[in-house]
């Protein structure tokens, strides 16, 4: 009988505490949490520790006396982290997050002058509605793309943090291709 089996046994009868369980278990565990996120696609944010950890919770933490043998247990935990990997996924696909759209990647070094005419007048249309609803992000936007300043520029510029700025020119940039969009 191995150590899992005999710990599990002892667990039914309430002997050890079930925090004696998981320093046995935890390197057969990330073992099973690293080949369940090898199938997974590139960039999954889910590493195996978080995996681990989520899963032991979710099996009762160090209140969990329920476990017959190691297959048991094990079949339980992988399980749990399967669960846990679908909700993941429902989480990153919901519309709320963006659905499947793909990130896109912000190039600070394009120089957004050498635009389209068309685009130019887009832009240059849509940002006096920006300015009514929200100034500095107009101001802000005026800066990046019409004066061609980096954002320390601008940030600098308006007076506040690189990082304030940062949050602004994101809202700022949905807000205008929204917009844009709705009025081609």
């Given at each position: 009988?191995?150590?899992?089996?005999?710990?599990?046994?002892?667990?039914?009868?309430?002997?050890?505490?079930?925090?004696?369980?998981?320093?046995?278990?935890?390197d057969e565990?990330?073992?099973?949490a690293?080949?369940r996120?090898?199938?997974e696609?590139p960039?999954?944010?889910?590493?195996?520790?978080?995996l681990?950890?989520e899963a032991?919770?979710?099996?009762?933490?160090d209140?969990?006396?329920?476990?017959k043998?190691?297959?048991h247990?094990?079949s339980a935990?992988?399980?749990?982290?399967?669960?846990i990997?679908?909700?993941?996924a429902?989480?990153?696909h919901?519309?709320?997050?963006?659905?499947?759209?793909?990130?896109?990647?912000?190039?600070?070094?394009?120089?957004?002058?050498?635009?389209?005419?068309?685009?130019?007048l887009?832009v240059h249309?849509?940002?006096d509605?920006?300015a009514?609803e929200?100034?500095?992000?107009?101001?802000l936007?005026?800066?990046?793309?019409?004066?061609?300043?980096?954002m320390d520029?601008?940030?600098?510029?308006?007076?506040m943090?690189k990082?304030s700025?940062?949050?602004?020119?994101t809202?700022?940039?949905v807000w205008l291709?929204?917009?844009?969009r709705?009025?081609l």
């Open positions: 009988m191995d150590d899992v089996t005999r710990l599990l046994g002892a667990m039914q009868q309430g002997l050890p505490d079930a925090q004696e369980l998981l320093p046995v278990v935890y565990l990330r073992r099973i690293a080949l996120l090898a199938h696609a960039g999954h944010t889910l590493q195996a520790t978080a681990v950890h032991w919770l979710r099996l009762g933490g209140q969990q006396t329920q476990w043998n190691r297959a247990f094990f935990a992988g399980e749990a982290m399967r669960r990997l679908v909700d993941h429902r989480r990153k919901s519309q709320k997050r963006g659905g499947a759209v793909p990130p896109e990647v912000l190039d600070e070094d394009r120089i957004l002058l050498a635009a389209p005419p068309d685009e130019l887009a249309e849509a940002l509605r920006l009514a929200d100034a500095d992000a107009a101001s936007v005026k800066l990046r793309y019409f004066v061609g300043m980096t520029e601008a940030a600098h510029a308006l007076g943090s990082r700025a940062e949050g602004l020119w809202f700022a940039r291709r929204r917009e844009i709705a009025n």
